[in-house]
């Protein structure tokens, strides 16, 4: 899973200028280039024009004489057919203003798919414009996404048989976030009492208040005032959010859960899933292993997001005659037999020899067609095969993006030092609220990085699969990073590093960019089964091979 960069941490420094932009730099993670400004209680983002015009860079030959760099021209590649279109249809760049509520100008992104027939890099994607840096190329939104879970299974008692049976209790000890758009669902009480738990203390401190409750846009769960609705098995709180009756999902709006029915039949169906994968995909030798109580491994990622994407496409094949022409999932890379390789599923011993392994994913298929779907045997149902199945686990294992979606910190902190605006950042009145922010956190005093902590107690982690971002192939020096959107959940923007000249390829690293070459090498070999072919690795191998010291980091 290629991970979105982080964002920066935040600081309360009363020497800092007031203004916007030096408040949005506290706030982190935001390029210069968004002004924030309030309306209607709405954070909204403008995206203002780059700092370069751009038709001054339209002209190829100027635009490598201004930036000094190739711009792969001379690399053999020839466009994509027409069905790349499918590639397209998440994709978007905000041409003015933008906020998740308004309606807005959008553009198509400025890319072009390509094929490179000189070497294994296969598609790529490449800038059909200057793109200056700072820019957001184009946001993109999820096309399937899953949270990450870390589903502790506990038995009722501790004995295999109870592991066996399909009545285990399953605590999401994960972020409440709506299982559709993942906008956090949590209220900011969470940090109070995960701050005592880790003291050990009972949440016991009415006292303990945070200023300007209401900025916190939150609040508590409170289903005791809920109305049943109609026909539904769902429940609404008086904030409007909904919770699934039968399988406690949660989510933030009556649309969001819709669109969740329409995706993938029912929340019950994905929880179902969830609760049985671990089981499902545990290893041979674990069951037979007396000492093994109640242990039991979470599923990997890819293959949670491979699964539920095999339910989106049972739904999309039964609601499209029976079809999968013309999918994305058949414009992004990966195969079957890349589950060996990646060692993904069920580990099971091969027949023919004593320690070799393979892995399956064949109980998990039988489950989802004979158990969970009631689907094999009614009907022709040969396309929804155990090989499509593992073939979507690997596609999600080579192009699946994992981030950390908005906690509701940001919005909160923003508004919290917009309102001390009126009395200033050096009043009484801003130092008392400050205070009260530190000690609902257990903290001394306000930090650098603190959001981070905030962000790992009520920002939902989620991985997901964004269908143009998987046509962006990795470089060791990438021109272009993944951001987690600032303003709608479950999207990413992919950000200009630096100037790209139209006709270069835009590329991201898949991996960390401090590793050196061997390090980063082999994490790409057994994370992607790629060897790098980028220009940097050329380089970098020419001149190792050449017997140079100076370069390369090997
Ligand atoms: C997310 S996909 C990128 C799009 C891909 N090229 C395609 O045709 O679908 C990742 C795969 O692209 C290939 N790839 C990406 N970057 C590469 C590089 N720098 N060198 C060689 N192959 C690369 C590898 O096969 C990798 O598993």
């Known amino acids: 899973m290629m991970m979105c960069n982080g964002d920066r941490g935040i600081d309360d420094d009363d020497d800092e200028d007031d203004s916007e932009a030096c408040l949005m730099e506290l706030l982190g993670g935001i390029t210069i280039h968004h002004e924030w400004r309030e309306e209607d209680n709405n954070i909204v983002a403008k995206v203002t024009p780059g700092l370069v015009d751009p038709s001054t860079y339209m002209d190829l030959k100027k635009a490598k004489r201004e ?12 466009p994509c057919d027409n069905n790349d279109e499918v590639l397209f249809q998440n994709a978007f760049v905000c041409s003015e203003s933008f906020t998740s509520t308004s309606n807005h100008k959008i553009q198509r992104p400025p890319l072009q798919i390509v094929h490179f027939k000189d070497n294994d890099r296969g598609n790529g994607s490449v800038a059909s414009r200057f793109l200056p840096k700072g820019q957001v190329i184009y946001t993109e939104r999820a096309a399937v996404a899953t949270q990450q879970l870390l589903l502790l299974l506990q ?145 990997q990622s890819p293959v949670v997001l491979g699964s539920l994407l095999f339910l989106q496409l049972v739904r999309h094949y039964q609601t499209h005659g029976h079809s999968l022409q013309g999918h994305w999932i058949h414009r992004i890379c990966g195969t079957a037999s890349d589950l060996q390789k990646l060692e993904l599923g069920k ?14 994913l064949q109980p998990l298929h039988d489950y989802i067609m004979n158990d969970l779907l009631h689907i094999n045997g009614t009907q022709d149902t040969s396309i929804l095969s155990l090989d499509l199945l593992e073939s979507l686990v690997a596609k999600a294992a080579r192009n699946g993006v994992s981030l950390l979606t908005q906690s509701p910190f940001k919005p909160y902190y923003a508004g919290l030092l917009r309102k001390t605006n009126y009395g200033g950042r050096q009043s009484e009145a801003h130092h008392r609220n400050m205070q009260q922010l530190v000690t609902v956190l257990g903290q001394e005093s306000l ?17 997901g699969l964004f269908p143009l971002t998987s046509q962006c192939n990795h470089s060791c020096e990438p021109n272009a990073q993944l951001q987690s959107q600032e303003f709608v959940d479950a999207h990413v923007d992919v950000v200009a590093l630096r100037d790209i000249a139209a006709g270069e390829e835009v590329c991201i690293s898949y991996v960390g960019r401090r590793n050196n070459r061997f390090q980063r090498r082999k994490e790409l070999r057994g994370r992607y089964l790629f060897d790098c072919q980028c220009e940097r690795c050329v380089k970098e191998g020419l001149e190792s091979s050449r017997g140079s010291s100076s370069i390369g980091d090997v």
């Open 347 to 360: 580990r099971v011993q091969k027949q023919d020899g004593q320690s070799q392994w393979q892995y399956t």
């Open 447 to 463: 930090y650098r990085g603190m959001d981070r902590d905030v962000d790992a107690m009520v920002a939902p982690e989620i991985t």
């Open 67 to 78: 930036l000094g760099r190739p711009t792969f021209r001379d690399t053999i590649r020839e």
């Open 155 to 299: 038995p009722t008692k501790n004995s295999r048989e109870d592991l066996k049976s399909s009545n285990l209790t399953a605590i999401q000890d994960t972020v409440q976030a709506c299982q559709q758009c993942f906008r956090s669902l949590e209220h900011w009480t969470k940090l109070v009492r995960q701050q005592q738990t880790t003291d050990g203390q009972e949440f016991a401190q009415p006292s303990t208040s945070i200023p300007y409750p209401e900025l916190w846009p939150v609040l508590p769960l409170d289903f005791d005032i809920i109305q049943d609705v109609p026909n539904a098995a769902i429940r609404v709180d008086k904030y409007g959010r909904l919770q699934c009756t039968t399988c406690q999902s949660l989510f933030c709006s009556k649309s969001c859960h819709q669109q969740h029915v329409d995706q993938f039949g029912s929340c019950c169906l994905v929880q179902r899933l969830f609760h049985r994968l671990p089981l499902l995909l545990r290893d041979e030798h674990d069951n037979d292993d007396d000492d093994d109580e109640g242990v039991v491994t979470p599923p």
